[in-house]
């Protein structure tokens, strides 16, 4: 069984108003960011630098460097393929994990499988409905959250939406250990919230946390309900600041997923355009 999420939508473009700008919604990679304890740290190093022997010499002073970048598919903003997580040997569609799990990574629902993204998001600034700046470690994001923060700007959930949720969880970002949770845990919605957005139509979902879901997890893991269950993919570390601050009822969302066989996730440079 293949993701929710459809091909590209031209027609959104349409509704590009005169003067619509892109947004950022992404972290830069390096070695300093934070990384979930369970994935692997993110390292560059230089194979080849400018001035190094080279095969042949170049007579006219030229020169080239590269890298080698060791990187897990989850570090940095990044989106799961449904490859991701599983439920009693299971991944999405009923497919056993043990029929499409190889050295190589996963034959199916890995990121090489995640089409481009272009789409309606709906931002849902939940820590600007609470008035605060940040939601605390552990703390669980209601369906009355998620109400209340749509109000902020007017919107609502549509079939076919992406919603973007602000925890504020991004003001601790230079600070590894509370933003990987080990410091308490981490906010985000619960099982009760995530199958509200189902029941809603949304087709993607993302958080400024490094797992879309409240950790220490307080019930069902709301990962395996979208990604086993629904096909839903989820996207972590989105820097959501500047585009929640606009109020935009509804955004057009962009994002590329790496076309990585095999992996069960790929880090995305999103952007939003208003």
Sequence with gaps: MASRLSSFEPRLFACLAEGARIYELSYAMAPSMPVYHQHIPYSLALHRRHGDPHPAKRPDGSSFANEVIVTSGHSGTHIDALGHFSRNGCLHGGIKVSEIETRDGYRELNAADIPPILQHAVIVDVASARNVDCLEPGEEIAVSDIEKALTLTGGDIAAGD???????????????????????????????????????????VGSDTPAFECLPMPG???????????????????????????????????????????STGSPIRPIAIA
């Design 220 to 262: 069902v893991s709301v990962h395996a309900i979208l990604l086993v269950d629904e096909g839903i993919h989820i996207m972590e570390n989105l820097n959501l600041d500047e585009i929640a601050g606009l109020r935009r009822p509804r955004v057009i969302f962009v994002a590329l997923p790496l076309r990585l066989v095999g």
């Design 162 to 204: 992406a919603v973007l949720i602000r925890t504020g969880w991004s003001k601790h970002w230079s600070d590894a250990e509370t933003f990987i949770g080990r410091r308490g845990g981490m906010p985000g919605p619960g099982e009760k919230a995530a199958r509200w957005l189902v029941s809603r139509g949304a087709t993607l």
